[in-house]
């Protein structure tokens, strides 16, 4: 059992919060660093040390070590012989490469569930829902983007196909980190809400054809601000 870590200001302002995950001292490190990168609370371009990891998180080297190699693998950190570990910045071109990905995918699970969500697994996607909206109310995008995940968890999931979301998510980090970046600097969020209440709507209605086109057109979104959040924090973006 260990505590989740969240960084102000880079890795020496790291501060602990009462988050507790199981597992690997390894997997600790892992899921707190890739949190934060995320999250943007560690911004593209950020240099990073194991020393320093290692001595706030009061944890040894070699879990960092590994950590760190499963978060360069994943292209979320860049290990540079003169530079040494920086936080990659964000490649539009695996951003499209994640959103392609996911939207071929998530059309054909929007319309099993259509087929397949009962009243329950429904109920299940309309809390979310309302809890979104809520966060519209309280301002809260970090809990908006935990909620949009979910969202999309409930349909693979009520599908019976967590192993693929599981896999998506691996692949979709320098997406996330968009979407992430679109909600910081865009406050209007009510079109991200909207979209997952339509969605909603059609797999209740049973109509795979709208549902399709309704994800398909939600996860086209990213692909209308790419450009102007580039302008917007070029220093983020390869």
């Given at each position: 059992m260990y505590l989740f870590a969240s960084f102000e200001g880079g890795v020496k302002g790291i501060t602990i919060i009462n988050t507790r995950i199981n597992g690997s001292t390894r997997d600790f490190v892992y899921y707190t660093l890739r949190n934060q990168i995320i999250n943007l609370k560690l911004e593209p371009g950020t240099k990073i040390s194991e020393k320093e990891v290692s001595e706030k998180l009061k944890v040894s080297r070699t879990p960092v070590r590994e950590a760190f190699l499963k978060l360069s693998q994943e292209e979320l950190l860049g290990v540079y012989p003169q530079s040494g570990t920086i936080v990659t910045l964000i490649d539009l071109s695996l951003v499209e490469e994640g959103r392609f990905i996911r939207e071929n995918?998530?059309?054909?699970?929007?319309?099993?569930?259509?087929?397949?969500?009962?009243?329950?697994?429904?109920?299940?996607?309309?809390?979310?829902?309302?809890?979104?909206?809520?966060?519209?109310?309280?301002?809260?995008?970090?809990?908006?983007?935990?909620?949009?995940?979910?969202?999309?968890?409930?349909?693979?999931?009520?599908?019976?196909?967590?192993?693929?979301?599981?896999?998506?998510?691996?692949?979709?980090?320098?997406?996330?980190?968009?979407?992430?970046?679109?909600?910081?600097?865009?406050?209007?969020?009510?079109?991200?809400?909207?979209?997952?209440?339509?969605?909603?709507?059609?797999?209740?209605?049973?109509?795979?054809?709208?549902?399709?086109?309704?994800?398909?057109?939600?996860?086209?979104?990213?692909n209308l601000e790419k450009e102007e959040l580039k302008k917007r924090y070029p220093g983020f973006f390869e």
């Amino acid at each position: 059992m260990y505590l989740f870590a969240s960084f102000e200001g880079g890795v020496k302002g790291i501060t602990i919060i009462n988050t507790r995950i199981n597992g690997s001292t390894r997997d600790f490190v892992y899921y707190t660093l890739r949190n934060q990168i995320i999250n943007l609370k560690l911004e593209p371009g950020t240099k990073i040390s194991e020393k320093e990891v290692s001595e706030k998180l009061k944890v040894s080297r070699t879990p960092v070590r590994e950590a760190f190699l499963k978060l360069s693998q994943e292209e979320l950190l860049g290990v540079y012989p003169q530079s040494g570990t920086i936080v990659t910045l964000i490649d539009l071109s695996l951003v499209e490469e994640g959103r392609f990905i996911r939207e071929n995918i998530e059309k054909a699970v929007v319309r099993e569930a259509c087929q397949v969500f009962d009243k329950n697994l429904l109920f299940q996607l309309e809390t979310n829902v309302r809890f979104q909206e809520l966060c519209i109310e309280k301002d809260s995008h970090h809990k908006l983007f935990e909620l949009d995940d979910e969202f999309h968890r409930i349909l693979f999931e009520g599908c019976g196909k967590i192993r693929t979301w599981n896999m998506i998510r691996q692949m979709n980090s320098h997406f996330d980190r968009l979407r992430m970046l679109r909600l910081v600097a865009n406050q209007d969020w009510n079109i991200v809400v909207s979209q997952h209440k339509e969605i909603y709507n059609y797999v209740a209605k049973k109509s795979l054809d709208h549902a399709e086109q309704a994800m398909t057109s939600h996860l086209k979104l990213v692909n209308l601000e790419k450009e102007e959040l580039k302008k917007r924090y070029p220093g983020f973006f390869e």
